[in-house]
Every structure is written in C-alpha cells, then in structure tokens.
C-alpha cells in the first residue's frame, strides 16, 4: 500500500502569487507522474476546471461537487470521441481511436450509443436514457478513476480533494476551485496537450493518426455543423446586424462565441452570435469591450426563450445561467489583470 501525503490546503494564502504557484506545481505533478492507464485522468481534470467556472466560489472555500455532475461534464468531453479519425479525413473509413492502454475505454462506448440514438447532447439529455448513463459513469468514476487521479507510483498526493469514495461527491480543498477558475485556460490547455500525447503514444493510433495535423481540431474543437444550423436563425433574431459594429449583415456572416473558444471550449447557444467575418477575424480571440458585453447581457436576457427555440432545433446546449457566470469568471480575471479588449476594428483598450 503506498503512503498518502494529506495537503489540508494549496496554501495558507489563498489568492497570492504563492498559492498559485503551488496549485500549478501540483498541477504538473498529477499530469506528469499520476498513474495514466486511459485518458480519463485529463477529462477528469477539464471536468473539474470547467464546473469550478460554471458556478461562483470564494476565493477562501472548499467547493463540494456532485459525483453525477462530474460525470456529465465527463460525458460531453467524451461526445465526439468515438467518431471515426481518418489521416485528417474524418469520414467512415477512418479508425476510432484507442483511448486506453487495454480495450477501448468503456465510455467510448456508452457516448457512441447515444450519440447514435439522439444525434446530440441536448437531445440526449431529454430521455430517461441520459439519467441512467450518468448513473453508470458516476459509478464508473467513484469506482477508480477519480480516486486514482492523484495518486503516483508509491504515494497519493490529495492536493485537490481527499478520497471520500461511496459519499457520492468530492470536495475541492480550499483554494483549489479558485485555482481552477483562475488557470481554466492554462489547465485546458495543458490536459489537451498531454492527452494528444498520449494518444499519439498507442501503438494502435499511430496508423490511424498518420501524418494529420488535425488532432486537436478533431477532439476538441467546436461542432461547426452545429453552428451552421445556428447562423440564420441568429441573423433573424439580430434583425439581421452584426451584433459588434450593428450594421447590416453580408454573406460572409459568422457564427462567433461572444467568449472566445480558446478561453471557454464548449458551444452554448447564449453565447453565440451573429457577426460580419471581419468582425469575428479582429475579434479573435480576445474579449470584447465593456460596452459589448453589456449588449450581450441585455441580448441573452430578453431573447432567452428564442435563443432555448434555436438551440434546441439544432441541439446545441442551452443553459443561459451558465452563459452568464462564464462570461463573468472571464471578465473578472481579465479585470484582476487589466488584459486588453476589443473595441472594434483595430480598436483595443485596458480594462
């Protein structure tokens, strides 16, 4: 039996340089030395940074989260998965790509399934069948695979949470939620690098994969099918302008994430808009201004109940509250550091 190190705390001094600094150094450990048999390790991880934005937390409090939250998150992560991968073609003649040093992970399986039965998320989530998948996967994860997160090859380092296996939750110590918001982006990234790693490692990958350079975009960029079923019915609802400079939209229109993808990777329908492509290029990936943001919070607040129509023609996911404390987790760190937005054109400022 290996030894288990308790961490009561990332550190005494929540919010200071030092306490990020060790959220980050134990960070790289889990990454880098924790037992990886699957990549479950890495959608955990993304999991759990992606519900500490989706809901408020004090920078001094424990965050307590659902088993069978986790495992939905878990679960989206997984959607597109089990698609075919070809050499940077993704049809039916590609391969499916091996997620576990042994046979296929098992929820590989289970999202195919119903991917196969309701084509989409949102559509899923509708029947009995999504309750009873979330039901098996949080077994699944309180079974093994989050009390294996953080343990290493002789000692179980519970820098996040400590192992409350069969209580049905975990609780992030204090300071580790707040980490988790502050760093969301650098964690995603890191967890996506160092599963396209581990991909590449399988043998059974390396003749799927080739030569593509694709990988990334495959995993774990945004549905644009989805978006292009999104792109009239947004024109129509935004009287047909663009919702940065307000004029009249062309053919070249875009579906852009008012939160740019890089910094929260998932497509929700509140925050999608309609914008000139000229718009959406300069944009790119760096917030929009206050003034902008404040038009994009009276534009998710009176048009909710259309933008909950469009999304569920299209079965994008609809979840207005989650839309708004995102963005706000964005703007506050952005504030925390006085990082630049986009006015308009090649218009920036400080916030």
């Known amino acids: 039996m290996g030894v288990v190190v308790s961490v009561q705390s990332i550190d005494s001094v929540v919010g200071t340089e030092i306490s990020a600094l060790s959220f980050l150094d134990h960070l790289q450990l889990v990454l880098a030395e924790s ?64 997620q576990n040093r042994g046979p296929q992970a098992s929820v590989i399986g289970r999202a195919n399934d119903l991917r196969r039965r309701f084509g989409t998320p949102a559509a899923a989530r509708r029947d009995p069948a999504w309750s009873r998948e979330i039901r098996w996967l949080a077994a699944l994860l309180d079974d093994m695979p989050l ?14 949470y400590a192992e409350n296996r069969g209580e049905n939750s975990v609780t992030l110590r204090t300071g580790v939620a707040y980490n988790f918001r502050r760093f969301h982006s650098l964690v995603v990234r890191l967890v996506q690098a160092e599963w396209m790693a581990f991909l590449h490692e399988l043998p059974a990958n390396q003749a799927i994969l080739g030569s593509a350079g694709d990988l990334g975009d495959f995993l774990f960029g945004p ?60 944009k790119s990936n760096i917030l929009p201004a206050m003034a902008h943001y404040v038009r994009w919070r009276n534009h998710v607040d009176r048009l909710d109940e259309p933008l909950r129509g469009i999304a569920d023609k299209a079965g994008i996911l609809a979840d207005r509250a989650t839309a708004i404390q995102v963005a706000e987790w964005c703007y506050d760190e952005a504030r925390r550091v006085r990082a630049e937005v986009w006015l308009g054109g090649d218009d920036f400022e400080r916030l």
């Open 223 to 282: 549905q644009r099918d989805c978006l292009a079923l999104v792109r009239d019915p947004l024109i129509e609802l935004q009287s047909g302008r663009c919702f940065y400079c307000e004029e009249r939209l062309v053919a070249s229109t875009d579906v852009d994430h008012f939160i740019p993808w890089s910094r929260y990777p998932r497509n929700l329908m509140h925050n999608l808009v309609a914008a000139h492509r000229r718009c959406n290029t300069m």
């Open 35 to 98: 037992l990886t048999s699957s990549t479950y390790k890495y959608a955990l991880l993304w999991a759990l940074a992606d519900i500490c934005v989706e809901q408020p937390c004090e920078p001094t409090a424990e965050l307590t989260i659902p088993i069978p939250r986790i495992a939905e998150q878990f679960l989206l992560i997984y959607w597109r998965h089990g698609l075919p991968y070809g050499s940077g073609v993704h049809d039916e003649g590609g391969g499916v790509l091996l």
């Open 147 to 160: 009390w294996r997160l953080q343990r290493l090859r002789t000692t179980t380092v519970d820098c996040f």
